[in-house]
């Protein structure tokens, strides 16, 4: 299993590239899941549901299960969140984990940056980044694409993904 983040400000584009290139892989033949990282409280039950009622009379983790899908919630109550390598060994593997956000961590990213947001590049202080995807066109050390090269970007995030344990090994060394 292979890791590749996508990493930018909030409203640069991450989710729309994203939902662009994913089906543009699974056509290659490629599996792919993500982790989405987000920066506030979220919910993914619905009160009133009997899952929203086992979490809220204490349950560690709920699983709720269709002939279509299944989801397990898992409250971390007075934990600390989860590190993306934790979450990294709850995934069922894949051939790709595209991460979308946790953008201070050491894998391997790819920023989105829209020159509407007027924030700055990360790249100049994120060494993990290898690429860059961008309505702009910066004088970077690493490739540039276009925000809409779709096909430039599937390939980019193939050669740059690293191996899932080659990553837990690096950051558990703390290199």
């Not at 290139?21 to 290659?28: G, W, Y």
Request: aromatic letters at 6%; zero cysteines; glycine letters at 6%.
């Amino acid at each position: 299993m292979k890791l590749i983040g996508l990493a930018g400000w909030s409203g640069a584009g991450k989710t729309t590239l994203l939902t662009r290139v994913i089906p543009l892989l699974i056509a290659r033949g490629v599996r792919v899941s993500t982790i989405k990282h987000a920066h506030h409280k979220f919910d993914v039950d619905t009160p009133g549901k009997d899952s929203y009622a086992h979490r809220e009379a204490g349950a560690t983790e709920v699983l709720v299960s269709s002939g279509r899908r299944f989801a397990l919630m898992h409250e971390l109550r007075d934990e600390a969140e989860w590190p993306l390598r934790e979450l990294l060994t709850k995934i069922t593997p894949v051939d790709l984990v595209i991460v979308e956000g946790f953008k201070t961590d050491r894998h391997p990213k790819i920023e989105v940056h829209r020159i509407a947001n007027a924030k700055p590049f990360l790249y100049e202080q994120d060494p993990a980044i290898v690429a860059i995807a961008t309505d702009a066109n910066p004088a970077a050390p690493v490739p540039v694409f276009a925000l809409d090269d779709i096909a430039q970007i599937a390939d980019m995030m193939l050669a740059k993904a690293v191996h899932v344990d080659d990553h837990l090994a690096m950051d558990g060394a703390g290199a």
